[in-house]
């Protein structure tokens, strides 16, 4: 099948190429750097450089791709997201989830399309003292330190769940770890756990719901299939990781000596609330209509995938 591929030369946009290529499909990926569109012509994929938040280029390149299948996987992220990038990357995310989506739904429908896949993420619920947490929680747009993030979530599912004329998935993907990703020896947080610089912060209770980028990337492709109902799913795995476990195991799996630990009001103070939030209150997330839409899909288990990816 033919794929557009939105954001083909990130952390899953450039597994998910070599994938989608691998399985046989047609891609043509996009990026706004013309080097790394050699780099994508040179794995097999055709290429488009396109800034995405240009709607007339991007109903254009839609167009021109002729897909069967629009994939969105656009972020704005910095490599090391220390709390001064992760506030000034909220903003242009969150406006990439608002406007970038809802141009490449209607440049789907336009183009003729079947269907449009959307990264989300599923680590937007409100805290409710329930440790686990399905697609049906709501998304905690009450907090003034997680609106602007939540918000784009909610704008980026709502277009692709009203489409009209276009089947729409939107995938929440839960934290991302292994190659190319945070979570990873070479990555920040790899490295800050490595380095002991990544407490435990108070009883360490909040809950990460960890996906491999493969099984992610995996996830995607079943989702391509006529067969896979629309609609909003959690991608994450059964089993949502409490700090107080996750990080001892990442260091020990690197050979590290154990996390410190840091009481919440000295993190709140250096790290920030949002940081906080996932290190104590973060509910985890369920993904049982992903599988049971999906039969055979069956990510790592985070301690396998830790030992892994962290040896
Ligand atoms: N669920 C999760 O846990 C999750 C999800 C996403 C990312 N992350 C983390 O964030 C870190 C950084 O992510 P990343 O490496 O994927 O990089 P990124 O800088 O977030 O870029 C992701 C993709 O979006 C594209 N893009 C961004 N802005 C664009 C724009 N205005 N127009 C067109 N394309 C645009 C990039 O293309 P070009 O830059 O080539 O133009 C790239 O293909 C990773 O380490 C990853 O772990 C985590």
Redesign the pocket.
Known sequence: MRVFL?????????PLVDRLLADGHEVV?????PA?ADALRAKGAEAV??????AAAVHAAVAAARPEVVVH???????D?TPKAMAA?VA??AR?RRE?VPTLVDAARAAGARRVIA?S???VTKPDGRPVHDEDAPLWLDEPSQRTNVEGVRVLEAAVRDASDVEGVAMR?????GP?????PD??LGTMIRKRRYPIVGSGEGRSSF?H?DD?VDATVRALDGAFPSGTYNVTNDEPAPARDWIPAAASAMGAKAPRHAPVWLARRLAGPVVVHYATTLPGNRDARFRAAAPGWSPRAWRDGFAEVFA
């Not at 939105?6 to 450039?14: D, K, N, Q």
């Not at 190319?180 to 990873?184: C, D, L, Q, R």
Request: net charge neutral; hydrophobic share 45%.
């Open positions: 939105a954001g083909a030369t990130g952390a899953i946009g450039r990926g996009t990026t706004r750097d790394r450089v396109v800034d995405a938040f240009d996987q656009l972020t704005a992220l910095p490599q997201p990357a242009v995310n990439l970038t990264q993420i599923s680590f993907y839960g934290f991302f770890y190319g990703t945070w979570y990873a990555g920040a996906v980028v992610a």
